[in-house]
């Protein structure tokens, strides 16, 4: 199992630019989640989908954060317009039972 | 004040030391407990997983918890190098990867040769 696949690794963008964020969970997971992680925050839930159903967005910072999930092999998540305060590393994980296994992250930086 | 707070570190310690790392909560409904370790630039891994009061042993690591007081413990006997990561706890109410995990801010944690 290749576990859970994210890209890109970095990304590096100008503020006011779309980011697009893709993550691809370990097959057989039900459940998909999106973390931000920053050092002042720590790790933040932003949003996560069971089925492929959105349940819970309440972390998702604004409306310029969106995510998708049209099947079960791959996800998205979108900033748009981006701005430099959206630096930080996203995690996506994905379950099935109890235990999460997280990628390897996509780090972005937004100048 | 957060749910779960864990020092941040970082703690510096000679290889074959023993770690201790700790979290307290304040949420007394939180039963399933875990320790996720992070290394640079990679995603966190499941360490440990461990339901309500009492410990939990798997090779150097031992994972304490302690309901009465909110108060969790991940233990490293022999500390390596290789134990250089951060180390986060992680908590929720049910078992079911649907209830979400609260975790910690981690702790950076250094083994020096």
């Known amino acids: 199992d290749a576990g859970v696949i994210q890209s890109p690794r970095h990304e590096v963008t100008e503020m006011g630019q779309e980011v697009t964020l893709r993550c691809k969970p370990i097959?057989?997971?039900?459940?998909l989640f999106w973390y931000r992680q920053t050092m002042m925050r720590g790790l933040e839930l932003l949003i996560y989908?069971?089925?492929?159903?959105?349940?819970?967005d309440s972390g998702m910072p604004e409306d310029r954060f969106s995510a998708k999930m049209p099947n079960a092999s791959f996800s998205t998540l979108k900033i748009q317009p981006s701005e430099p305060r959206d630096s930080a590393v996203y995690f996506c994980?994905?379950?099935?039972?109890?235990?999460?296994?997280f990628g390897s992250g996509t780090r972005l930086t937004v100048v | 004040q957060k749910e779960v707070e864990q020092d941040p570190g970082p703690l510096s310690v000679p290889e074959g030391a023993i770690v201790s790392l700790n979290c307290t909560y304040s949420?007394?409904?939180?039963?399933?407990f875990m320790w996720y370790r992070q290394y640079s630039r990679k995603g966190p891994e499941l360490l440990m997983y461990?339901?309500?009061?009492g410990n939990k042993e798997d090779g150097r690591f031992t994972a304490q918890v302690d309901k009465s007081s909110k108060y969790i413990s991940l233990f490293i006997r022999d500390s390596q190098p290789s134990d250089s990561a951060t180390y986060l706890c992680?908590?929720?109410?049910?078992?079911?990867?649907?209830?979400?995990?609260?975790f910690g801010g981690g702790t950076r944690l250094m083994v020096k040769p």
């Open positions: 994980a994905s379950a099935r039972f109890y235990g999460y296994t």
């Open positions: 949420n007394s409904a939180f039963q399933y």
């Open positions: 097959s057989g997971h039900d459940y």
């Open positions: 461990t339901y309500s009061s």
């Open positions: 989908f069971n089925n492929n159903v959105p349940i819970d």
């Open positions: 992680a908590m929720r109410k049910n078992n079911n990867a649907g209830n979400m995990l609260t």
